[in-house]
């Protein structure tokens, strides 16, 4: 299965985004995709997941500010970013949870204060 992220961009803090990541597969079919972030200097981490019955898990860092989602009609999962702050600047990537498969290039977003 192949997920490309995209959307990422220059942000204002306080400010939003919302990254897509399109899946060559049925995303219906599929069990967790998670949307995970890379800072310089600072080791990949989960950021949201949800699962095929729609439930989510959220790192606390950032929790109450982003929404995972996903659409099954377009084969797409969705991170809704708000309320963004200078510590969200990170390269983001969509993979399979909790086993990632190649990580792709990934979408940068960068929040300037």
């Known amino acids: 299965v192949q997920l490309q992220a995209s959307g990422g961009g220059l942000v204002q803090a306080g400010g939003s985004l919302r990254l897509s990541c399109a899946v060559s597969?049925?995303?219906?079919?599929?069990?967790?995709i998670g949307w995970y972030r890379q800072a310089p200097g600072k080791q990949r981490e989960l950021v949201a997941r949800?699962?095929?019955?729609?439930?989510?898990n959220y790192a606390n860092s950032v929790k109450g500010r982003f929404t995972i989602s996903r659409d099954n009609t377009k084969n797409t999962v969705y991170l809704q970013m708000n309320s963004l702050k200078p510590e969200d600047t990170a390269v983001y990537y969509c993979?399979?949870?909790?086993?990632?498969?190649?990580w792709g290039q990934g979408t940068q977003v960068t929040v300037s204060s």
């Open positions: 993979n399979t949870h909790p086993k990632p498969q190649g």
């Open positions: 597969e049925s995303t219906a079919s599929m069990n967790a």
């Open positions: 949800i699962n095929s019955g729609g439930s989510t």
